[in-house]
Antibody, heavy 119, light 110 residues
């Protein structure tokens, strides 16, 4: 069964950084673009970043551009997200999502990991 | 930046048809996906490429997309369909991908 499991969330001080990981299993990670999506408490979904199969293309949403790094290790079946200069506005559940083969639909999601930015 | 607009809420009686709209500039030219999210759960893909249902999604879920509006339709709505629904598209701008979500619609089954 295909599965994504995020880790690395927790409490972060304002101005700090985070590194989230996503472990993929049950499918061939190297065949898929992958993405991170976040959801602030009580709010809607916000796309954060996306990366292609061989990491030659990486994009982050404008609101985090310059402090966002998405990466992957296909050999280790893992995806990562690093963000720096965090503010309270970055508080959210962060989801790892698999991009399907049909025009960038997100066809598999992890359970999410909560990042709280607070002093 | 590209924006997708959804109504904040839609109400429907059990057994009736619910329609949730998603509006964006020339949205009909883009591939639209829809996600269902229940409280405390991760989003679930229910429609992709405007009209297609992933395996396991009930036939009562359907989609359409034309002009500036995409629509998710739930026929014979059941109480279990009560959830938040999000539309999504991917826009390429100056060689960069930008995945866009609508603000979400809370579907209430009264």
């Amino acid at each position: 069964e295909a599965q994504l499991v995020e880790s690395g969330g927790g409490l972060v001080l304002p101005g700090g950084s985070l590194r989230l990981s996503c472990a993929a299993s049950g499918f061939t990670l190297s065949r898929h673009w992958m993405s991170w999506v976040r959801q602030a408490p009580g709010k809607g979904l916000e796309w954060v970043a996306i990366i292609n199969q061989d990491a030659s293309a990486k994009f982050c949403v404008d609101s985090v551009k310059g402090r966002c790094t998405i990466s992957r290790d296909n050999a280790k079946n893992s995806l990562s997200l690093q963000m720096s200069s965090l503010s309270t506005e970055d508080t959210a559940v962060y989801y790892c999502a698999r991009v399907g083969f049909n025009d960038y639909d997100l066809d598999l999601w992890g359970q999410g990991t909560l990042v709280s930015v607070s002093s | 930046s590209y924006e997708l607009t959804q109504p904040p809420s839609v109400s429907v009686s059990p057994g009736q048809t619910a329609s949730i709209t998603c509006s964006g500039d020339r949205l009909g030219d883009r591939s639209v996906s829809w996600y269902q999210q229940k409280p405390g759960q991760s989003p679930l893909l229910v429609i992709y490429q405007h009209t297609k249902r992933p395996s396991g999604i009930p036939e009562r879920f359907s989609g359409s997309n034309s002009g500036n509006t995409a629509t998710l339709t739930i026929s014979g709505t059941q109480p279990v369909d009560e959830a938040d629904y999000y539309c999504q598209a991917c826009v390429w701008d100056t060689g960069a991908a930008n995945v866009v979500f609508g603000g979400g619609t809370k579907l209430t089954v009264l």
